[in-house]
């Protein structure tokens, strides 16, 4: 399995970037993401602005293929697939059916009800700032936006829509005919189209501004007392940021904790065949951590304090353990403060005076 692009930025986790971003939404507003509940202030999707600036906290540029450059009928494109239910074997399910703008595009369950009545059998990342990651999955299976969005649809635990299926009820639709025409100039419609939409509208959904951003900033009344004694510790003690560190508060690499040792969940062995792979799991970003609980590839961990007590044990013991886990002994202040910074990673979130 090849090993994630690595950047020469001081900053720990940060992407090799070098392809400006080109688009950027209204965020709530836009048609497509007022369908379900609104996301967080701080978060934006959609066509609209496709020149305006990224969110406060996040990398002025994006890796975006020459192949597949983003524009505005890409995306309104993407949009409308990615929350059209007849993309499912029962026609029940859409992508933002398991992935809510409500939730950071998350879940709020261990695991997502997929069509007719399948499980999945890891927990919904989120998808905010996808658009700078890779690799992508739990496993890291995949290392473009391209090839993780139609696997879902296709999976038969999720969507269950085989993807030729996908283009036949799609080629079916007089609508979406005209709307392939204007996004890719042609009425055709395949897989690899489909794909292509679909990923342009993921790589607009950009979530910075967070109080620690703001802090990160310079205004140090953005924390309270409390988080800015979280960060210290983040930083520090905790060792977080060795593995959540840079604006995507990721390393993009994947790392055994410990988490559901010995399941049948094998982790990224199941990709590279080593068995030294076993237990490894990706490293999700920490931005908007708050709204997406349960935790953990299996989502087994329920809350904020629960991570932080793992980790303060020092994982689940286990002969592949990543060597960086130890013990901590947070004391329960410690702990607070932790989960106070955590909480401050939320985009739009302001502090009570």
Same mark, same amino acid.
């Not at 990615?82 to 239910?85: K, L, R, S, T």
């Not at 809510?100 to 369950?109: L, M, Q, V, Y």
């Not at 982790?267 to 068995?275: D, L, S, Y």
């Given at each position: 399995m090849r090993r994630p692009a690595r950047c020469g930025n001081s900053m720990p986790g940060v992407l090799r970037l070098g392809i400006p971003i080109l688009a950027v939404g209204a965020f709530a507003?836009?048609? /497509?993401? /007022?369908?379900?509940? +609104?996301? +967080? @202030? *701080?978060v934006t999707g959609g066509e609209a602005n496709v020149a305006a600036a990224p969110p406060e906290g996040l990398p002025l540029y994006m890796p975006v293929p020459e192949d597949n450059p983003l524009t505005p009928q890409k995306v309104a494109l993407g949009r409308r697939l990615?929350? #059209?239910?007849s993309l499912s074997s029962d026609r029940t399910v859409s992508c /933002?059916?398991?992935? %809510? +703008? #409500? %939730? &950071?595009? &998350? #879940? =709020?369950?261990?695991?997502? %009800? *997929? &069509? #007719? *009545?399948?499980r999945p059998t890891r927990n919904t990342p989120s998808l905010l700032n996808a658009g700078y990651a890779r690799p992508f999955f739990w496993d890291g299976r995949t290392e473009t936006l391209e090839e993780q969005v139609v696997q879902p649809i296709a999976n038969p635990r999720e969507m269950g829509l085989p993807l030729p299926e996908t283009v036949d009820r799609l080629h079916a639709d007089a609508s979406y005919r005209r709307a392939f025409e204007e996004a890719f100039g042609d009425g055709g419609i395949d897989s690899m189209r489909v794909a292509a939409a679909l990923a342009s509208f993921v790589r607009t959904l950009r979530s910075g501004g967070s109080p620690a951003d703001r802090f990160a900033a310079g205004d140090a009344n953005a924390l309270s007392v409390e988080a800015r004694e979280g960060y210290r510790l983040f930083v520090g003690k905790a060792g977080c940021a060795a593995c959540h560190g840079g604006p995507l508060f990721t390393d993009e690499r994947l790392h055994n904790t410990g988490v559901s040792?010995?399941?049948? @969940? =094998? *982790? &990224?062995?199941?990709?590279?065949? %080593?068995?030294e792979d076993r237990g490894r799991f990706n490293t999700p970003s920490l931005r908007n951590v708050a709204l997406t609980p349960p935790y953990m590839h299996d989502g087994s961990l329920g809350t904020l304090r629960d991570v932080v007590g793992l980790y303060d044990l020092g994982g689940g013991a286990n002969p592949n353990l990543d060597r960086r886990l130890n013990p901590l002994r947070l004391t329960p202040e410690e702990i607070d403060a932790l989960v106070a910074y955590l909480n401050a990673l939320t985009s739009g979130a302001r502090r009570r005076p």
């Open positions: 507003s836009t048609e /497509a993401l /007022a369908q379900t509940s +609104p996301p +967080p @202030d *701080g990615f929350f #059209d239910p /933002a059916s398991c992935h %809510r +703008p #409500d %939730r &950071a595009f &998350a #879940d =709020i369950t261990s695991f997502s %009800r *997929g &069509a #007719d *009545g399948q040792w010995g399941s049948e @969940d =094998i *982790g &990224a062995a199941e990709v590279t065949g %080593r068995p």
